[in-house]
Nanobody
Framework: QVQLVESGGGLVQPGGSLRLSCAAS????????MGWYRQAPGKERELVAT???????NYADSVKGRFTISRDNAKNTVYLQMNSLKPEDTAVYYC??????????????????WGKGTLVTVSS
Protein backbone atom coordinates (compact mmCIF):
# COMPACT_ATOMS: atom_id res chain seq x y z
CA GLN A 1 0.00 0.00 0.00
CA VAL A 2 2.89 2.36 0.67
CA GLN A 3 5.57 2.71 -1.97
CA LEU A 4 8.64 4.86 -2.52
CA VAL A 5 9.50 5.67 -6.12
CA GLU A 6 12.76 7.37 -7.10
CA SER A 7 13.42 9.34 -10.26
CA GLY A 8 16.04 11.63 -11.72
CA GLY A 9 19.05 9.38 -12.15
CA GLY A 10 21.14 9.25 -15.29
CA LEU A 11 24.51 9.89 -16.87
CA VAL A 12 26.33 13.11 -16.08
CA GLN A 13 29.84 14.39 -16.66
CA PRO A 14 32.20 15.08 -13.75
CA GLY A 15 31.44 18.47 -12.27
CA GLY A 16 27.83 18.28 -13.38
CA SER A 17 24.58 18.24 -11.42
CA LEU A 18 21.56 16.00 -10.98
CA ARG A 19 18.43 16.21 -8.88
CA LEU A 20 16.88 13.05 -7.52
CA SER A 21 13.29 12.84 -6.32
CA CYS A 22 11.52 10.24 -4.24
CA ALA A 23 7.77 10.25 -3.81
CA ALA A 24 5.94 8.20 -1.23
CA SER A 25 2.50 7.04 -2.33
CA UNK A 26 -0.42 5.61 -0.40
CA UNK A 27 -2.89 6.93 2.18
CA UNK A 28 -0.08 8.52 4.17
CA UNK A 29 -0.57 10.87 7.08
CA UNK A 30 2.98 11.03 8.47
CA UNK A 31 6.56 10.26 7.56
CA UNK A 32 9.43 10.51 10.02
CA UNK A 33 12.97 10.65 8.70
CA MET A 34 13.57 10.29 4.97
CA GLY A 35 16.93 9.74 3.43
CA TRP A 36 19.12 8.76 0.54
CA TYR A 37 21.56 5.88 0.51
CA ARG A 38 23.77 4.61 -2.28
CA GLN A 39 25.48 1.43 -3.29
CA ALA A 40 28.40 1.38 -5.68
CA PRO A 41 29.44 -1.79 -7.51
CA GLY A 42 31.21 -4.16 -5.15
CA LYS A 43 30.55 -1.98 -2.11
CA GLU A 44 28.08 -1.94 0.74
CA ARG A 45 25.15 0.42 0.86
CA GLU A 46 26.07 3.67 2.59
CA LEU A 47 24.29 6.69 3.97
CA VAL A 48 24.28 9.79 1.78
CA ALA A 49 21.91 12.16 3.62
CA THR A 50 18.85 12.18 5.85
CA UNK A 51 16.23 14.75 6.78
CA UNK A 52 13.73 14.63 9.62
CA UNK A 53 10.14 15.74 9.31
CA UNK A 54 11.23 18.91 11.13
CA UNK A 55 13.92 19.62 8.58
CA UNK A 56 17.06 18.58 10.46
CA UNK A 57 19.63 17.25 8.00
CA ASN A 58 22.60 14.93 8.21
CA TYR A 59 25.20 14.27 5.51
CA ALA A 60 27.98 11.84 4.85
CA ASP A 61 31.34 13.60 4.96
CA SER A 62 31.98 12.65 1.34
CA VAL A 63 29.04 14.72 0.07
CA LYS A 64 29.01 17.68 2.47
CA GLY A 65 29.05 20.97 0.61
CA ARG A 66 28.09 19.30 -2.68
CA PHE A 67 24.74 17.61 -2.01
CA THR A 68 21.61 19.11 -0.50
CA ILE A 69 18.67 17.10 0.81
CA SER A 70 15.23 18.67 1.12
CA ARG A 71 11.65 17.53 1.42
CA ASP A 72 8.12 18.67 0.69
CA ASN A 73 5.93 17.24 3.44
CA ALA A 74 2.73 18.18 1.63
CA LYS A 75 3.83 16.05 -1.33
CA ASN A 76 5.48 13.28 0.72
CA THR A 77 8.55 13.81 -1.42
CA VAL A 78 12.25 14.04 -0.66
CA TYR A 79 14.86 15.49 -3.01
CA LEU A 80 18.60 15.23 -3.38
CA GLN A 81 20.34 18.02 -5.27
CA MET A 82 23.77 16.77 -6.30
CA ASN A 83 26.34 19.28 -7.52
CA SER A 84 30.02 19.00 -8.42
CA LEU A 85 29.55 15.32 -9.09
CA LYS A 86 32.59 13.05 -9.10
CA PRO A 87 33.13 9.63 -10.67
CA GLU A 88 33.16 8.15 -7.16
CA ASP A 89 29.54 9.28 -6.76
CA THR A 90 28.54 6.64 -9.30
CA ALA A 91 26.10 4.28 -7.62
CA VAL A 92 22.52 3.17 -7.36
CA TYR A 93 20.77 5.68 -5.12
CA TYR A 94 18.00 4.42 -2.84
CA CYS A 95 15.33 6.37 -1.03
CA UNK A 96 14.39 5.39 2.52
CA UNK A 97 11.68 6.34 4.99
CA UNK A 98 12.10 5.03 8.49
CA UNK A 99 8.49 5.22 9.74
CA UNK A 100 5.36 5.93 7.76
CA UNK A 101 1.88 6.36 9.15
CA UNK A 102 -0.93 5.45 6.78
CA UNK A 103 -4.64 4.72 6.76
CA UNK A 104 -5.80 1.14 6.30
CA UNK A 105 -8.94 0.39 8.26
CA UNK A 106 -7.64 2.79 10.85
CA UNK A 107 -4.22 4.22 11.46
CA UNK A 108 -1.25 1.98 10.90
CA UNK A 109 2.50 2.43 10.99
CA UNK A 110 5.14 0.70 8.93
CA UNK A 111 8.90 0.75 9.36
CA UNK A 112 11.90 0.98 7.05
CA UNK A 113 10.59 1.48 3.54
CA TRP A 114 12.93 1.44 0.53
CA GLY A 115 12.58 2.42 -3.08
CA LYS A 116 13.90 0.27 -5.91
CA GLY A 117 16.75 2.63 -6.65
CA THR A 118 17.88 4.92 -9.46
CA LEU A 119 21.26 4.70 -11.16
CA VAL A 120 23.59 7.69 -11.19
CA THR A 121 26.63 7.44 -13.43
CA VAL A 122 29.29 10.12 -13.39
CA SER A 123 31.61 9.70 -16.33
CA SER A 124 33.16 11.64 -19.19
Amino acid sequence: QVQLVESGGGLVQPGGSLRLSCAASGSIFSINTMGWYRQAPGKERELVATITNGGTTNYADSVKGRFTISRDNAKNTVYLQMNSLKPEDTAVYYCNADRIGYYSIGKRYGMDYWGKGTLVTVSS
